[in-house]
């Protein structure tokens, strides 16, 4: 086993070694958090983006990744500093870093790979302006009166058309067919909607829904068929977004409107 109880020995290189040692844990600490972090604004930005959930552009496997990358870091942390101080563990904390680092870059290079370019599989310009969705909406330059025309055009579009039926559906794919810029579009549903684009689109498939629970011709349907039918395309997200916009599950629902169970 490597001897690391000479970590402490008085030397001229103590003071080196500690600050080293400290310098490296605070590094790693920090840039998990704000690696954490930045995987967090991303999940949340795409809301003003795309209606619908993917693991392909969540980054859920990354912010997994991120997390135990910095739990086994910690914990080899005070392995190493047992080993300092005593014989407290019975093996070499270097042989399963070296194992650490080989698993961790086995799985991210997995995972990197199949990963998709985010925003080219959801947009397909490359307008440096329309990245910019964070920006102060008073630097737009949208003025209240054409705010108001927007959102009704957006509305009225909605209504007619039905877009939300298609599970893919981007805020892209909607300024494209209504010739409002998509950062006009974010900035509308914000300010005057006061929904994101996922809540938005989402709240018509709920409505969707339920008019085909009312309707007998689906009485034969399942509730799932009737949910990816309606343009979501996740059970999970079907089930959570429909209950808290009604406050039932959809067997709920549907059961108390029409007597229908399944």
Known sequence: MRDLRSFFRPDKLISLR?????????????????????????????????????QRITLNWLKILSISFYAVFLILFILGGLNMIGDFIPFDPYFVIFGFIAVFSAVYSFYGIKQPVIFGEVFHDGENGEKKETEKYSRSGLKDSHAEKYLKKLLTYMETNKPFLNGDLTIHDLAEKTGIARHHITQVLNEKYKRNFFTFVNEYRVKEVMERFSEPKFNNFTILAIAMDAGFNSKTTFNSFFKSQTGLTPSEYREKMTGVTK
């Open 18 to 54: 500690i600050v080293y040692s400290i310098t490296f844990f605070f590094s790693i600490t920090i840039y998990s958090i704000l690696s954490f972090i930045e995987i967090k604004h991303h999940q949340e930005n795409l809301k003003n983006l795309v209606s619908y959930t993917s």
